[in-house]
């Protein structure tokens, strides 16, 4: 094994027996459930495309530590009353709710907790500031990610999007997005952008957005009902197709699960990823006479990951048990045979069934071409929708049929559970939340609400206990909003029209531009390798430990060498390039307005800043121009960075863990940086505050952010 792996594989485990306490890193001290998810099984995945991957084993890895799990029948109504007693009394009020147990809360529930978040949650209450999240109304015009992309590309390439209709240059941006025959992006684009620029939107909304629990909770559901770029060249010439499923996402976050399930059945994205665009009923091919069976692959899917799930459950996620002693299938091949005539006659609107995708709307709900619906009568899951229905009708019963089998309550629950408090739940944790689900028929806001608030959750926040690995795009937005993240004013960007003539066209701000991640990171929003997400849900590294104990490590699937290594270096890039003073130090300017207008070769375009730690050296220099540093002795100028190191210590680890460091790491780091030395030859202001940033903040920074206490949650 390679030795960085074995390592990590030690340093999970010390997190996850030793990290806090010997053996109580999760919240409870029931055995976990365990159940083989889908990534790890292909029983009933013989007819997926390869959007869906083949790299599947057939094995049982099912870890039997909990006699539950071996039921031999469904104990799903032992209990089908719902808690209407829970005052929520377990959960902090007032002064008990300390910044660290609000810091732990907000980085569960949002894209990362900030010190404004943090004072906002402590006056409102916990219950009354998630209650007031789960209200907030989706706003189109400020959170959708296709309005962004379109916006950019038309300011930038004018020409190139108005070509196909008469050589127009000044078509709307509302003219855009309705729905008509004026569609963005028809033909390939020749720019090949909108990816980019979709990342960029997505990374606004999640550092940005008031909406923070929605912008969570689409996210975590881009990890469930999967539609990815996957080197697929669809998305790579028409990535808008992404943004307007990205927005589906964003707006019924808080609808029930069976409408946010139907909007992205009809999205173009999806039904290009699972291939049902353009699926014909049975039929005889007229050019070679083989029958043609409808597309199985969304009928396979649509069950498997966003639905039932593979193997029967019970109402807490413990898998049910044959005479045979073996799982259950929830389906055989002849429900996947019938629920895929269902996903017949669909296709982009004003296209031309089943021929030109690259010439159809991918930023509008797809289209009934009834002629090519299979219109008989469907027989699955014991359940039958009658003959002479729409398209639209049959998708409708096959997705109310699915939400309320018995299996998608504890299915998704735990899906859900995974994303945003704990990588194994135990069984009753499962069973509040899916009992929650299957009582409300799916209604995301409750389920939210439930996820978050259930004790075990509060029981780890009170005795700070870690419970899951933040994922590598979790870990990046709560560093940039720890550290004060900015977007550019504006952007100009040199456009080439022609061999001789370029111009210059400004894009006003906020502007963020960081494109996919996914090569340094192993994740990115919308760049799963698979359709069975960055990794599985019931991955338990390869550790004797791990297996004996039932512990479960999702994220740690993609801490590979290659993504360490990657994410280690860039925000040993980014914690000192990205920031405010040194980035206009080295520039020689005084605004960052300035900045902004100037050509950069960075990727990325945001801003941090620091500005919460100058006044320790302030208070110890005795001024805030900083070039009076450098009139001390050498001497002194030692005793004020070793002075200032530990307070540094302390106000960054607040900043960046909402609490204090443990004595023995905060020691190490004191030791370190109390004779660190700054190296600048110049004596300006500037270039003193460039190198404490140099040398000490980022520096120490990096140190907190690569260490377990911040990886953990």
Same mark, same amino acid.
């Given at each position: 094994?390679?030795?960085?792996?074995?390592?990590?594989?030690?340093?999970?485990?010390?997190?996850?027996?030793?990290?806090?306490?010997?053996?109580?890193?999760?919240?409870?001290?029931?055995?976990?459930?365990?159940?083989?998810?889908?990534?790890?099984?292909?029983?009933?995945?013989?007819?997926?495309?390869?959007?869906?991957?083949?790299?599947?084993?057939?094995?049982?890895?099912?870890?039997?530590?909990?006699?539950?799990?071996?039921?031999?029948?469904?104990?799903?109504?032992?209990?089908?009353?719902?808690?209407?007693?829970?005052?929520?009394?377990?959960?902090?009020?007032?002064?008990?709710?300390?910044?660290?147990?609000?810091?732990?809360?907000?980085?569960?529930?949002?894209?990362?907790?900030?010190?404004?978040?943090?004072?906002?949650?402590?006056?409102?209450?916990?219950?009354?500031?998630?209650?007031?999240?789960?209200?907030?109304?989706?706003?189109?015009?400020?959170?959708?990610?296709?309005?962004?992309?379109?916006?950019?590309?038309?300011?930038?390439?004018?020409?190139?999007?108005?070509?196909?209709?008469?050589?127009?240059?000044?078509?709307?941006?509302?003219?855009?997005?309705?729905?008509?025959?004026?569609?963005?992006?028809?033909?390939?684009?020749?720019?090949?952008?909108?990816?980019?620029?979709?990342?960029?939107?997505?990374?606004?909304?999640?550092?940005?957005?008031?909406?923070?629990?929605?912008?969570?909770?689409?996210?975590?559901?881009?990890?469930?009902?999967?539609?990815?770029?996957?080197?697929?060249?669809?998305?790579?010439?028409?990535?808008?197709?992404?943004?307007?499923?990205?927005?589906?996402?964003?707006?019924?976050?808080?609808?029930?699960?069976?409408?946010?399930?139907?909007?992205?059945?009809?999205? %173009?994205?999806?039904?290009?990823?699972?291939?049902?665009?353009?699926?014909?009923?049975?039929?005889?091919?007229?050019?070679?006479?083989?029958?043609?069976?409808?597309?199985?692959?969304?009928?396979?899917?649509?069950?498997?990951?966003?639905?039932?799930?593979?193997?029967?459950?019970?109402?807490?996620?413990?898998?049910?048990?044959?005479?045979?002693?073996?799982?259950?299938?929830?389906?055989?091949?002849?429900?996947?045979?019938?629920?895929?005539?269902?996903?017949?006659?669909?296709?982009?609107?004003?296209?031309?069934?089943?021929?030109?995708?690259?010439?159809?709307?991918?930023?509008?709900?797809?289209?009934?071409?009834?002629?090519?619906?299979?219109?008989?009568?469907?027989?699955?899951?014991?359940?039958?929708?009658?003959?002479?229905?729409?398209?639209?009708?049959?998708?409708?019963?096959?997705?109310?049929?699915?939400?309320?089998?018995?299996?998608?309550?504890?299915?998704?629950?735990?899906?859900?559970?995974?994303?945003?408090?704990?990588?194994?739940?135990?069984?009753?944790?499962?069973?509040?939340?899916?009992?929650?689900?299957?009582?409300?028929?799916?209604?995301?806001?409750?389920?939210?609400?439930?996820?978050?608030?259930?004790?075990?959750?509060?029981?780890?926040?009170?005795?700070?206990?870690?419970?899951?690995?933040?994922?590598?795009?979790?870990?990046?937005?709560?560093?940039?909003?720890?550290?004060?993240?900015?977007?550019?004013?504006?952007?100009?960007?040199?456009?080439?029209?022609?061999?001789?003539?370029?111009?210059?066209?400004?894009?006003?701000?906020?502007?963020?531009?960081?494109?996919?991640?996914? %090569?340094?990171?192993?994740?990115?929003?919308?760049?799963?390798?698979?359709?069975?997400?960055?990794?599985?849900?019931?991955?338990?590294?390869?550790?004797?430990?791990?297996?004996?104990?039932?512990?479960?490590?999702?994220?740690?699937?993609?801490?590979?060498?290659?993504?360490?290594?990657?994410?280690?270096?860039?925000?040993?890039?980014?914690?000192?390039?990205?920031?405010?003073?040194?980035?206009?130090?080295?520039?020689?300017?005084?605004?960052?307005?300035?900045?902004?207008?100037?050509?950069?070769?960075?990727?990325?375009?945001?801003?941090?800043?620091?500005?919460?730690?100058?006044?320790?050296?302030?208070?110890?220099?005795?001024?805030?121009?900083?070039?009076?540093?450098?009139?001390?002795?050498?001497?002194?100028?030692?005793?004020?960075?070793?002075?200032?190191?530990?307070?540094?210590?302390?106000?960054?680890?607040?900043?960046?863990?909402?609490?204090?460091?443990?004595?023995?790491?905060?020691?190490?780091?004191?030791?370190?940086?109390?004779?660190?030395?700054?190296?600048?030859?110049?004596?300006?202001?500037?270039?003193?505050?460039?190198?404490?940033?140099?040398?000490?903040?980022?520096?120490?920074?990096?140190?907190?952010?690569?260490?377990?206490?911040?990886?953990?949650?």
């Amino acid at each position: 094994m390679n030795s960085m792996i074995k390592f990590l594989i030690i340093f999970l485990l010390a997190l996850f027996v030793g990290g806090c306490e010997m053996g109580t890193l999760f919240q409870d001290t029931n055995t976990p459930t365990v159940t083989n998810d889908s990534n790890n099984d292909t029983d009933h995945n013989t007819n997926t495309n390869n959007n869906a991957d083949n790299t599947n084993t057939n094995t049982d890895n099912t870890i039997n530590n909990d006699k539950d799990n071996t039921n031999n029948t469904d104990n799903t109504n032992n209990d089908n009353t719902p808690d209407t007693t829970n005052d929520y009394s377990y959960i902090p009020k007032g002064s008990d709710l300390t910044y660290a147990k609000a810091y732990k809360f907000l980085n569960m529930a949002t894209f990362g907790a900030t010190p404004e978040l943090v004072k906002e949650l402590q006056q409102k209450g916990v219950v009354s500031w998630l209650d007031e999240q789960l209200s907030m109304k989706y706003d189109d015009k400020d959170e959708s990610i296709l309005r962004k992309v379109i916006k950019n590309m038309i300011t930038y390439w004018p020409e190139d999007y108005g070509k196909v209709y008469n050589h127009r240059t000044d078509i709307t941006l509302e003219e855009y997005l309705a729905d008509n025959d004026v569609n963005f992006n028809q033909g390939w684009g020749k720019k090949q952008s909108e990816l980019a620029y979709h990342s960029s939107a997505i990374f606004q909304g999640a550092l940005d957005d008031k909406a923070q629990v929605r912008q969570r909770v689409a996210y975590a559901l881009s990890q469930i009902i999967i539609a990815s770029e996957s080197n697929d060249q669809f998305f790579v010439y028409k990535g808008e197709a992404l943004s307007f499923y990205y927005d589906v996402l964003l707006k019924y976050a808080f609808d029930s699960y069976s409408t946010l399930l139907y909007k992205v059945s009809l999205t %173009p994205a999806m039904s290009t990823y699972l291939t049902y665009n353009g699926n014909e009923k049975k039929h005889i091919d007229t050019k070679t006479g083989a029958t043609v069976f409808p597309d199985e692959n969304y009928g396979r899917e649509i069950m498997q990951l966003f639905s039932i799930g593979l193997y029967e459950l019970n109402i807490d996620g413990t898998e049910q048990r044959g005479p045979d002693g073996k799982r259950v299938p929830t389906y055989v091949q002849e429900d996947v045979n019938n629920i895929s005539r269902v996903f017949t006659g669909f296709d982009y609107p004003h296209s031309e069934f089943g021929r030109y995708f690259q010439l159809g709307d991918a930023t509008h709900e797809l289209v009934c071409y009834e002629q090519y619906h299979d219109t008989g009568a469907k027989k699955f899951l014991d359940e039958t929708i009658p003959a002479n229905k729409s398209c639209l009708d049959d998708m409708k019963a096959t997705i109310d049929i699915l939400i309320q089998n018995k299996n998608t309550a504890p299915h998704i629950s735990k899906k859900l559970i995974q994303r945003f408090t704990n990588s194994t739940p135990n069984s009753d944790y499962i069973k509040r939340v899916a009992t929650v689900f299957r009582d409300t028929n799916g209604d995301l806001k409750a389920v939210i609400k439930a996820v978050l608030l259930d004790k075990s959750v509060w029981d780890n926040i009170d005795k700070d206990k870690a419970a899951k690995i933040k994922e590598p795009f979790i870990v990046l937005t709560n560093v940039l909003r720890a550290l004060h993240v900015q977007p550019y004013g504006y952007m100009l960007r040199g456009i080439r029209l022609d061999k001789t003539t370029s111009v210059q066209r400004r894009l006003e701000g906020p502007v963020y531009f960081i494109k996919n991640k996914y %090569p340094i990171f192993g994740q990115w929003p919308t760049f799963s390798p698979t359709v069975f997400n960055f990794y599985g849900d019931d991955f338990v590294p390869d550790d004797e430990e791990f297996k004996i104990r039932g512990f479960f490590s999702p994220e740690a699937e993609i801490l590979t060498t290659k993504f360490i290594t990657g994410t280690t270096n860039y925000y040993r890039q980014i914690l000192r390039r990205q920031d405010k003073d040194t980035t206009l130090y080295q520039y020689g300017i005084t605004t960052m307005d300035e900045y902004y207008g100037l050509k950069h070769n960075e990727s990325d375009y945001y801003i941090i800043s620091y500005d919460e730690l100058y006044p320790i050296f302030e208070k110890l220099i005795g001024d805030k121009d900083y070039s009076k540093f450098q009139q001390n002795s050498k001497a002194q100028k030692a005793k004020i960075i070793k002075d200032a190191v530990p307070l540094v210590v302390d106000k960054l680890s607040i900043m960046l863990l909402g609490k204090t460091l443990d004595e023995k790491f905060r020691s190490k780091l004191i030791e370190h940086y109390q004779y660190a030395r700054f190296r600048n030859h110049s004596n300006t202001h500037k270039a003193i505050k460039a190198d404490m940033v140099t040398y000490i903040f980022s520096r120490m920074a990096g140190d907190i952010i690569l260490s377990d206490y911040f990886m953990v949650n």
